[in-house]
């Protein structure tokens, strides 16, 4: 049974850090394309960070330079550490992971596409204030 369980996140101030985690049970995190997704009221889910199974990764233009996709193989975990947080990073974010090795599978074009990843986790709630 495969299982993504998120935790870390929580209030902070603009300016602040966070660091998000997504535990992952029923398969190999290190075989698998691994991405962050968040939804904020009023407005589309949309692709912040994946780190694809050779550990290449890609983030939204509007957290780059401020957010780092990371895993730890062993610990079958995923992790986003988030710095310099902007109220508009405000959403719930979820952690997302895809297993198929389609052939036509692209991660550097398709990496933020929410509907080819298989799993999902149950979201973290993140609020940044002014």
Same mark, same amino acid.
């Given at each position: 049974?495969?299982?993504?369980?998120?935790?870390?996140?929580?209030?902070?101030?603009?300016?602040?850090?966070?660091?998000?985690?997504?535990?992952?049970?029923?398969? !190999?995190?290190?075989?698998?394309?691994?991405?962050?997704?968040?939804?904020?009221?009023?407005?589309?889910?949309?692709?912040?960070?994946?780190?694809?199974?050779?550990?290449?990764?890609?983030?939204?233009?509007?957290?780059?330079?401020?957010?780092?996709?990371?895993?730890?193989?062993?610990?079958?975990?995923? @992790?986003?550490?988030?710095?310099?947080?902007?109220?508009?990073?405000?959403?719930?974010?979820?952690?997302?992971?895809?297993?198929?090795?389609?052939?036509? @599978?692209?991660?550097?074009?398709?990496?933020?596409?929410?509907?080819? @990843?298989?799993?999902?986790?149950?979201?973290?709630?993140? !609020?940044?204030?002014?």
């Amino acid at each position: 049974q495969v299982q993504l369980v998120e935790s870390g996140g929580g209030s902070v101030q603009a300016g602040g850090s966070l660091r998000l985690s997504c535990a992952v049970s029923g398969y !190999t995190v290190s075989r698998s394309w691994m991405g962050w997704f968040r939804h904020a009221p009023g407005k589309e889910r949309e692709g912040v960070a994946a780190i694809a199974s050779d550990g290449r990764t890609n983030y939204a233009d509007s957290v780059k330079g401020r957010f780092t996709i990371s895993r730890d193989n062993a610990a079958s975990t995923l @992790y986003l550490q988030m710095n310099s947080l902007k109220p508009e990073d405000t959403a719930t974010y979820y952690c997302a992971g895809r297993t198929r090795a389609s052939w036509w @599978y692209d991660f550097g074009s398709r990496w933020s596409m929410a509907g080819d @990843y298989e799993y999902w986790g149950q979201g973290a709630q993140v !609020t940044v204030s002014s």
